[in-house]
């Protein structure tokens, strides 16, 4: 097997992490549930500073089983994960009609779409196929490019129309999940059609 070299971004994400490593398992779970205070009865966006330091942290946490070992009680009004064990802190992303909601701490499947609340379900699920397509354009064969007659100004379409759903999912649906979990984040970029958070202004 040939050796491939870490990615820059993988290898400054591990930089980032190793601060969280470096804390003993008491510091590190007090942190994690101090957060998941300041994070509780909001919908966040992805790539906040303070969910991304989260992130970050729930990683290492979840390689120290921190949550396993009950160093720190888990913060009132969180549920346990049935995935890890870890506090209920779901991930909303496009792929929720197929993949449901995503676990922040071990990024396994947290709520299957199936089990996504009956009262958001329908309009996550309608969101999310119209928006399927919208992303397709990204992904693109020769054929299609070719057929649309001007890529390059299709895909700057599906981008502007990326923005606008995302907008649309963060502030208009993702609140609705507050009525059933004790935080929210939501997935607020598009990489491969190249839509950056600060393209989605809510």
């Not at 599906?158 to 979990?181: D, F, N």
């Amino acid at each position: 097997m040939a050796f491939e070299p870490e990615a820059p971004l993988d290898a400054l994400w591990k930089q980032y992490r190793s601060v969280f490593r470096d804390w003993d398992d008491l510091t590190l779970g007090r942190w994690l549930a101090q957060t998941l205070g300041q994070l509780q009865g909001r919908v966040w966006r992805l790539s906040h500073p303070l969910v991304g330091s989260y992130r970050l942290a729930a990683q290492v946490a979840h390689e120290k089983q921190i949550w396993h070992k009950r160093v720190v009680s888990m913060p009132a009004g969180y549920m346990e994960s049935p995935c890890c064990r870890a506090p209920f802190l779901p991930l909303l992303t496009r792929d929720v009609h197929t993949e449901g909601l995503i676990c922040q701490h071990c990024n396994e499947i947290l709520v299957p779409a199936e089990e996504v609340p009956e009262s958001v379900r329908a309009e996550l699920d309608f969101w999310a196929k119209e928006y399927a397509p919208i992303h397709a354009v990204a992904h693109w064969d020769d054929r299609q490019r070719k057929g649309s007659g001007n890529y390059d100004a299709a895909f700057e379409q599906a981008a502007q129309a990326a923005e606008k759903m995302l907008v649309q999912v963060g502030q208009g649906i993702a609140p609705k999940l507050l009525e059933h979990y004790a935080a929210v984040v939501w997935e607020d970029q598009d990489e491969c059609l190249e839509v950056r958070p600060e393209d989605v202004l809510v």
